[in-house]
Protein backbone atom coordinates (compact mmCIF):
# COMPACT_ATOMS: atom_id res chain seq x y z
CA UNK A 1 0.00 0.00 0.00
CA UNK A 2 1.28 3.41 -1.11
CA UNK A 3 1.77 5.50 2.22
CA UNK A 4 1.81 9.47 2.22
CA UNK A 5 2.26 11.01 5.17
CA UNK A 6 1.94 14.55 6.73
CA UNK A 7 4.05 16.14 9.76
CA UNK A 8 0.79 17.55 11.43
CA UNK A 9 -2.41 17.33 11.05
CA UNK A 10 -3.78 20.24 12.88
CA UNK A 11 -1.38 23.25 13.14
CA UNK A 12 -1.76 26.81 14.69
CA UNK A 13 0.21 29.76 14.01
CA UNK A 14 0.49 33.35 14.04
CA UNK A 15 0.45 36.05 11.46
CA UNK A 16 3.47 36.67 9.58
CA UNK A 17 5.36 33.38 10.94
CA UNK A 18 7.64 31.02 8.47
CA UNK A 19 5.60 27.86 8.01
CA UNK A 20 6.69 24.41 6.80
CA UNK A 21 4.52 21.87 5.91
CA UNK A 22 5.90 18.14 5.27
CA UNK A 23 5.28 15.37 2.39
CA UNK A 24 6.78 11.91 2.89
CA UNK A 25 5.50 9.13 0.71
CA UNK A 26 6.88 5.75 0.66
CA UNK A 27 6.79 4.51 -2.82
CA UNK A 28 9.35 5.60 -5.05
CA UNK A 29 6.57 8.63 -6.53
CA UNK A 30 7.91 10.41 -8.96
CA UNK A 31 5.51 13.05 -9.14
CA UNK A 32 4.44 15.08 -5.86
CA UNK A 33 1.55 17.85 -5.64
CA UNK A 34 0.20 19.99 -2.46
CA UNK A 35 -3.52 21.51 -2.31
CA UNK A 36 -5.33 23.45 -0.71
CA UNK A 37 -8.73 23.03 0.22
CA UNK A 38 -11.25 25.50 0.98
CA UNK A 39 -15.36 25.03 1.20
CA UNK A 40 -17.00 25.21 -1.81
CA UNK A 41 -13.53 25.60 -3.99
CA UNK A 42 -13.18 22.36 -3.69
CA UNK A 43 -9.17 21.27 -4.30
CA UNK A 44 -6.87 23.87 -5.78
CA UNK A 45 -2.95 23.18 -6.70
CA UNK A 46 -0.35 25.35 -5.44
CA UNK A 47 2.50 23.36 -6.72
CA UNK A 48 3.84 20.26 -7.98
CA UNK A 49 7.12 18.55 -8.93
CA UNK A 50 7.89 15.56 -11.26
CA UNK A 51 11.53 14.92 -9.68
CA UNK A 52 13.76 15.75 -7.25
CA UNK A 53 14.38 19.48 -7.53
CA UNK A 54 11.74 20.25 -9.80
CA UNK A 55 8.98 22.19 -9.54
CA UNK A 56 6.43 23.90 -11.27
CA UNK A 57 3.71 26.58 -10.51
CA UNK A 58 0.44 25.43 -10.13
CA UNK A 59 -3.23 27.65 -9.80
CA UNK A 60 -2.36 29.43 -7.09
CA UNK A 61 1.42 29.64 -5.89
CA UNK A 62 0.97 33.42 -4.65
CA UNK A 63 2.61 33.24 -1.19
CA UNK A 64 4.24 30.02 -1.12
CA UNK A 65 7.03 27.97 -1.96
CA UNK A 66 8.41 24.62 -2.19
CA UNK A 67 10.96 22.07 -2.00
CA UNK A 68 12.10 18.62 -3.37
CA UNK A 69 15.80 17.81 -2.28
CA UNK A 70 14.95 14.79 -1.80
CA UNK A 71 12.48 12.53 -3.74
CA UNK A 72 10.55 10.99 -0.64
CA UNK A 73 9.97 13.94 0.59
CA UNK A 74 7.77 17.61 -0.66
CA UNK A 75 7.57 20.14 1.50
CA UNK A 76 4.92 23.51 1.24
CA UNK A 77 6.53 26.61 2.65
CA UNK A 78 4.47 29.61 3.35
CA UNK A 79 6.73 32.85 4.17
CA UNK A 80 5.15 34.72 5.92
CA UNK A 81 1.69 33.29 6.72
CA UNK A 82 -1.79 35.60 6.54
CA UNK A 83 -5.13 34.22 7.66
CA UNK A 84 -6.21 33.90 4.08
CA UNK A 85 -4.07 31.21 4.01
CA UNK A 86 -6.43 29.21 6.92
CA UNK A 87 -6.92 25.82 4.75
CA UNK A 88 -6.89 22.32 4.88
CA UNK A 89 -3.43 21.67 3.00
CA UNK A 90 -3.27 17.90 1.17
CA UNK A 91 -0.33 16.56 -0.23
CA UNK A 92 -0.35 13.95 -3.08
CA UNK A 93 1.72 11.90 -4.79
CA UNK A 94 1.93 9.82 -7.70
CA UNK A 95 3.96 7.66 -10.09
CA UNK A 96 4.13 9.48 -12.93
CA UNK A 97 2.88 7.28 -15.36
CA UNK A 98 1.54 8.42 -19.24
CA UNK A 99 -1.17 10.81 -19.20
CA UNK A 100 -4.56 9.25 -18.07
CA UNK A 101 -3.39 6.27 -16.23
CA UNK A 102 -1.53 7.98 -13.62
CA UNK A 103 -3.68 7.93 -9.98
CA UNK A 104 -2.93 10.24 -7.29
CA UNK A 105 -2.27 8.93 -3.37
CA UNK A 106 -3.33 11.57 -0.98
CA UNK A 107 -2.05 12.12 2.61
CA UNK A 108 -4.45 12.84 5.36
CA UNK A 109 -4.26 16.59 5.50
CA UNK A 110 -2.72 19.37 7.72
CA UNK A 111 -5.72 21.26 8.61
CA UNK A 112 -3.73 24.96 9.23
CA UNK A 113 -4.81 28.20 10.97
CA UNK A 114 -3.39 31.39 11.03
CA UNK A 115 -4.54 33.87 13.84
CA UNK B 1 -18.28 28.79 -15.37
CA UNK B 2 -16.14 26.09 -13.56
CA UNK B 3 -14.50 23.66 -16.01
CA UNK B 4 -15.81 20.32 -13.82
CA UNK B 5 -19.18 20.85 -12.71
CA UNK B 6 -21.16 18.42 -9.65
CA UNK B 7 -24.27 17.87 -8.81
CA UNK B 8 -25.79 17.68 -6.35
CA UNK B 9 -24.01 20.02 -4.46
CA UNK B 10 -25.78 18.46 -1.44
CA UNK B 11 -27.67 15.21 -0.95
CA UNK B 12 -29.05 13.27 2.28
CA UNK B 13 -30.53 9.86 1.39
CA UNK B 14 -32.03 7.21 3.86
CA UNK B 15 -30.37 3.99 4.57
CA UNK B 16 -30.92 1.46 1.29
CA UNK B 17 -31.50 4.25 -0.66
CA UNK B 18 -30.04 4.38 -4.57
CA UNK B 19 -27.83 7.40 -5.50
CA UNK B 20 -26.90 9.25 -7.96
CA UNK B 21 -24.24 11.49 -8.77
CA UNK B 22 -23.20 13.81 -11.95
CA UNK B 23 -20.27 15.22 -13.36
CA UNK B 24 -19.98 17.27 -16.70
CA UNK B 25 -16.91 18.59 -17.30
CA UNK B 26 -16.19 20.99 -20.56
CA UNK B 27 -12.48 20.52 -21.36
CA UNK B 28 -10.84 17.40 -23.18
CA UNK B 29 -9.39 15.28 -21.47
CA UNK B 30 -7.84 11.55 -20.93
CA UNK B 31 -9.17 10.28 -17.93
CA UNK B 32 -12.10 11.11 -14.94
CA UNK B 33 -11.67 9.96 -11.50
CA UNK B 34 -14.17 9.89 -8.49
CA UNK B 35 -12.78 10.18 -5.03
CA UNK B 36 -14.42 9.81 -1.68
CA UNK B 37 -13.26 11.93 1.33
CA UNK B 38 -14.36 10.83 5.18
CA UNK B 39 -14.62 13.90 7.46
CA UNK B 40 -10.87 14.28 8.85
CA UNK B 41 -9.35 14.71 5.51
CA UNK B 42 -7.99 11.61 3.89
CA UNK B 43 -9.18 11.10 -0.33
CA UNK B 44 -9.25 8.01 -1.45
CA UNK B 45 -9.60 7.18 -4.90
CA UNK B 46 -12.39 5.22 -6.22
CA UNK B 47 -12.58 4.98 -9.94
CA UNK B 48 -10.43 6.38 -13.27
CA UNK B 49 -12.15 5.89 -16.08
CA UNK B 50 -11.55 6.77 -19.50
CA UNK B 51 -15.01 4.77 -21.19
CA UNK B 52 -17.76 2.79 -20.64
CA UNK B 53 -18.10 1.54 -16.98
CA UNK B 54 -16.54 0.36 -13.60
CA UNK B 55 -18.01 -1.68 -10.78
CA UNK B 56 -16.69 -2.12 -7.25
CA UNK B 57 -18.37 -3.74 -4.38
CA UNK B 58 -21.97 -1.48 -4.82
CA UNK B 59 -20.21 1.48 -6.35
CA UNK B 60 -21.08 1.73 -9.95
CA UNK B 61 -18.40 4.76 -12.23
CA UNK B 62 -19.94 5.52 -15.75
CA UNK B 63 -18.92 7.91 -18.65
CA UNK B 64 -20.50 9.26 -22.04
CA UNK B 65 -17.00 10.84 -23.47
CA UNK B 66 -19.52 11.97 -26.26
CA UNK B 67 -21.62 13.78 -23.55
CA UNK B 68 -18.52 14.93 -21.18
CA UNK B 69 -20.87 13.57 -18.48
CA UNK B 70 -20.16 11.03 -15.56
CA UNK B 71 -22.44 9.47 -12.84
CA UNK B 72 -21.31 7.46 -9.81
CA UNK B 73 -23.74 5.74 -8.31
CA UNK B 74 -24.50 3.93 -4.95
CA UNK B 75 -26.84 0.73 -4.48
CA UNK B 76 -27.71 -0.16 -1.39
CA UNK B 77 -26.48 3.16 0.34
CA UNK B 78 -25.28 2.57 3.92
CA UNK B 79 -24.32 5.24 6.89
CA UNK B 80 -20.93 4.63 5.93
CA UNK B 81 -21.05 5.96 2.77
CA UNK B 82 -22.19 9.01 4.43
CA UNK B 83 -18.65 11.15 2.84
CA UNK B 84 -18.01 13.98 0.13
CA UNK B 85 -17.33 12.54 -3.22
CA UNK B 86 -15.23 14.44 -5.68
CA UNK B 87 -15.22 14.18 -9.60
CA UNK B 88 -11.50 15.16 -11.21
CA UNK B 89 -10.44 14.97 -14.63
CA UNK B 90 -7.03 14.76 -16.10
CA UNK B 91 -5.81 17.10 -18.50
CA UNK B 92 -2.34 17.55 -19.59
CA UNK B 93 -0.83 15.49 -16.63
CA UNK B 94 -2.84 17.76 -14.09
CA UNK B 95 -6.00 16.94 -12.42
CA UNK B 96 -8.91 19.45 -12.67
CA UNK B 97 -11.20 19.58 -9.44
CA UNK B 98 -15.29 19.88 -9.03
CA UNK B 99 -16.17 21.36 -5.84
CA UNK B 100 -17.18 17.47 -4.43
CA UNK B 101 -20.97 16.23 -3.41
CA UNK B 102 -21.47 16.07 0.63
CA UNK B 103 -23.52 12.58 0.73
CA UNK B 104 -25.49 11.97 4.13
CA UNK B 105 -27.05 8.73 4.55
CA UNK B 106 -29.12 8.38 7.15
CA UNK B 107 -29.61 5.08 9.14
Known amino acids: DVKVTQSSRYLVKRTGEKVFLECVQD?????MFWYRQDPGLGLRLIYF???????EKGDIPEGYSVSREKKERFSLILESASTNQTSMYLC??????????????FGPGTRLTVL | KNEVEQSPQNLTAQEGEFITINCSYS?????LHWLQQHPGGGIVSLFM?????KKHGRLIATINIQEKHSSLHITASHPRDSAVYIC?????????WGAGTKLIIKP
Open chain 1, 27 to 31: MDHEN
Open chain 2, 88 to 96: AVSRNYQLI
Open chain 2, 49 to 53: LSSGK
Open chain 1, 49 to 55: SYDVKMK
Open chain 2, 27 to 31: VGISA
Open chain 1, 92 to 105: ASSRGLAEGTDTQY
